[in-house]
Structures are given as C-alpha cells and as structure tokens.
C-alpha cells in the first residue's frame, strides 16, 4: 500500500473514532456530544469526507477520477515584492550579506519550496512539475525586490498553489538572511498574474 493511500486510510480511521459520540438518552445532549467529537477532530488535523461524513475536510478529487480527466499544459506566473531599508537592499545587490548571496539562496529555496508544496498544504495533489523558473527585480526607488516565479506541469490539474508557495518562500529566505540588520522587512502583493491551460481557459490580471 502506498504513503498516501496508507495516510488517507489512517485519517478515515481517526475522524470515524473521534466522531462517534457516546449514546444519550437526550438529542440535545447527543448533539451537543457530536460537537465536540468535531472539535477534537479539527484539533487533531484535516481528515477526509467518507469517514462518517463528517465534512470538516476534503482531497476534491479522489486519484481514480484524476486519473480520468484531460491531460492539459499549465502554465502559472506570480508576482510578490519585498521592501526593506536602502542599507539593506544595497547590501543583497552588492552580496555583501552576512549568510552569502541572498538572491541565489533564494532563488533555490523558491524552486525546491515548489517542488514540496503538497507535503506543505494538505490537500493539494502531488504534481509532476516540467519547469520553475523564478527572476529577481531591484526597485531602488521603492527600495524593494520582486519575485515572479513561473511554474508549468502537464496533467490535469493547475500549479497556481505551486508558484505562489515558490515565491513567498523565496522572499522568506530573503527575510530570514537579512533579519539581522533588518527586521522592518515587509512582504506583500502577492498575486497571480497569469495563468495558461486547463479547462477554464487562459487568464491575465488586468
């Protein structure tokens, strides 16, 4: 049995546990029983429809319906910036941090962070990424840097989730080498600025 299958399988058995509550001659007190056998579960995690229907969380597509839908080509570009401090942001152009090249660091913190999105947000799927591209801009009047990252898969679902997880670890990791002489950093305007592919057709942020 598979890790995935063998997780799926281990949640539907602790959402079925927790969410039997204990007999009770009163349906109020029934009810209020099921509550907090909810309660529990959401403390414990996410667990998945099917187990007693609790409905708290669910993977939308099960594996074997994913299997059957259209093969597209994906393609997603996102935009995030970080600003900072003028002595800062000279210190990442000239690479005369501290930790070392700040925006090399990044650069692969963003790539891996995009290969390890579903083992980050719980019920996105494992993809099959073809390509992370990320680019670094100076904005020196606004004393920031921007990062879009580019993220492409081919199967049947998009990699919006990827990009964006690409690009704010990819500003994290730049926060993380320059707190030191910078604490006032602050990330912001995450957006996605282009999509391709897929059934919904293409988009572009006007």
Not at 61 to 86: C, H, N, W
Not at 122 to 132: E, G, W
Request: glycine content about 8%.
């Amino acid at each position: 049995m598979g890790r995935t299958k063998l997780t799926l399988l281990l949640w539907c058995v602790l959402a079925s546990v927790l969410c039997a509550p204990a007999p009770a001659a009163d349906p109020a007190e029934s009810l209020a029983e099921e509550m907090k056998a909810l309660d529990k579960v959401a403390w414990y995690g996410v667990y998945f429809q099917g187990a007693r229907k609790c409905g708290y969380a669910k993977i939308v597509v099960d594996s074997d319906t994913l299997d059957e839908r259209p093969v597209y080509k994906f393609q997603m570009l996102m935009d995030v910036r970080i600003r900072m401090g003028a002595a800062t942001l000279r210190r990442v152009v000239e690479g005369s941090a501290k930790k070392g090249d700040v925006l090399g660091v990044a650069r692969i913190a963003a790539i891996q962070a995009a290969k390890k999105t579903s083992e980050l947000i719980p019920l996105c799927h494992p993809l099959a990424i073809t390509r992370v591209a990320v680019d670094f801009s100076i904005d020196e009047v606004a004393t920031a840097i921007e990062c879009r990252a580019t993220v492409e898969t081919r199967g049947p679902t998009g990699v919006e989730m990827e990009a964006l997880t690409a690009v704010q670890i990819g500003l994290l990791t730049i926060y993380d080498m320059c707190k030191a002489v910078d604490r006032g950093m602050v990330i912001e305007s995450v957006r996605l600025l282009q999509k391709r592919g897929g059934n919904s057709g293409d988009w572009v942020a006007a």
